[in-house]
């Protein structure tokens, strides 16, 4: 029974730095591939930035050298590291993590705000 919980959102303004966390009730070296979503309202869920378990990385054309993705394997927590925010950057932001036999989990959500 995976579960999955995110912290580290809140209100920044325009230019800010946040940091997410997603800690995993087990080793995340249970999963395959973990990540980060982010919904926008009136938007579709998009993904954010993704880790597989051998350290290979993606991100979405928009947060390309702005955000990064890292985990402590110690502490069974994966991060997303956000710099220079923008106001589009607003939404909730979901961490995901996926195993070998195609389990799929999610946490639920952290409000990311960032004023202008």
């Known amino acids: 029974q995976v579960q999955l919980v995110e912290s580290g959102g809140g209100l920044v303004q325009a230019g800010g730095s946040l940091r997410l966390s997603c800690a995993a009730s087990?080793?995340?070296?249970?999963?395959?591939?973990m990540g980060w979503y982010r919904q926008a309202p009136g938007k579709q869920r998009e993904l954010v930035a993704a880790?597989?378990?051998?350290?290979?990385?993606n991100y979405a054309d928009s947060v390309k050298g702005r955000f990064t993705i890292s985990r402590d394997n110690a502490k069974n927590t994966l991060y997303l590291q956000m710099n220079s925010l923008k106001p589009e950057d607003t939404a909730v932001y979901y961490c995901?993590?996926?195993?070998?036999?195609?389990?799929?989990?999610w946490g639920q959500g952290t409000q990311v705000t960032v004023s202008s």
């Open positions: 995901n993590a996926q195993s070998d036999f195609g389990m799929d989990y």
């Open positions: 087990g080793s995340i070296f249970l999963f395959n591939v």
């Open positions: 880790l597989t378990r051998g350290g290979s990385t």
